[in-house]
């Protein structure tokens, strides 16, 4: 029955994926559309076949940017989480104007993160670290704090310690939320290294993006956002797959989606 579901999901997904290329297709055609305004799925595909080894080589660093940005944004996150839970006085003091940075511009920091780092790859893996960062922290903090008066009652009645009550009952209730910041925060991670490549880089995506749209060459813009999305999407799959696997019991109580 599950895999029966999941076959007729991908099916859906993609004969609506086939019927949209399809459509973009015949649109350009029957209306002549030229292809320095929009390129058809089959001009974009051909350029991606023709250029795939520039393509690849910037992706690589793009892809190298975001895997080490949110991957510091865990290491840091999640301790970071657990003292903000823990302690009263960062949960007061420190918590709120975390959230309040969140809401400055991450574009706008950039230029000081330059300033301070130079033009090297360090700038941009501290972008997408900090883009991410903040839904991965909020995410487990409203997680951990999640717990049940009752289960904490529970646990006190079987004299658990504060570390066993930690392992054992507040980390796996906040186990969902956390999964859930981590697909926030990896998608943001490659908006963040988009971005950090656009302010300053001569490698990556958003590089080969800015050098195709100063020479007005709209299919590699499209092939640039095609990449992009190959990326952002098959990351954000593999922290489901990484979650259905850790998961197992919280995949079950929904229904084994």
């Known amino acids: 029955m599950k895999a029966s579901f999941n076959l007729r999901q991908a099916l859906s997904v993609s004969a609506t994926f086939v019927g949209f290329l399809l459509l973009w ?21 051909g ?6 080894d520039v393509l690849l080589r910037h992706s690589g660093v793009t892809l190298f940017e975001i895997l080490a940005g949110f991957a510091l944004s865990v290491l840091f996150g999640i301790p970071a989480a657990v003292i903000i839970v823990y302690s ?19 574009i706008s920091i950039a230029p000081l993160l330059i300033t301070w780092l130079g033009f090297g790859i360090v700038t941009k893996v501290m972008i997408a670290f900090l883009i991410s960062f903040f839904p991965i922290i909020v995410s487990s903090v409203v997680g951990l704090k999640s717990m049940e008066k009752e289960m904490l009652m529970l646990a006190t009645s079987l004299r658990a310690n504060r570390m066993q009550v930690f392992l054992y ?6 186990l969902p939320s956390i999964f859930g910041g981590f697909k926030v925060g990896i998608t943001l991670a490659v908006v963040g290294a988009v971005v950090a490549e656009f302010v300053s880089s001569d490698r990556g995506l958003g590089y080969l993006q800015l050098v195709a749209n100063s020479r ?9 956002i095609v990449m992009l999305g190959i990326i952002g999407l ?20 929904r229904g084994g989606e």
């Open 25 to 45: 297709q015949l649109v350009c055609v029957i209306f002549s559309i030229p292809s320095y305004l929009l390129p058809t799925p089959t001009d974009i595909i």
């Open 169 to 174: 009952f507040r980390l796996p209730k906040a």
């Open 216 to 224: 007005l060459d709209i299919t590699m813009q499209f092939c640039v």
């Open 47 to 52: 350029r991606m076949i023709q250029d795939s």
């Open 234 to 253: 098959t990351l954000y799959n593999i922290v489901g797959l990484i979650e259905k696997i850790a998961l197992p019991w919280y995949r079950a109580a």
């Open 88 to 106: 009263k006085y960062f949960s007061q003091s420190v918590f709120p104007l975390l959230i309040g940075l969140q809401c400055v511009p991450m």
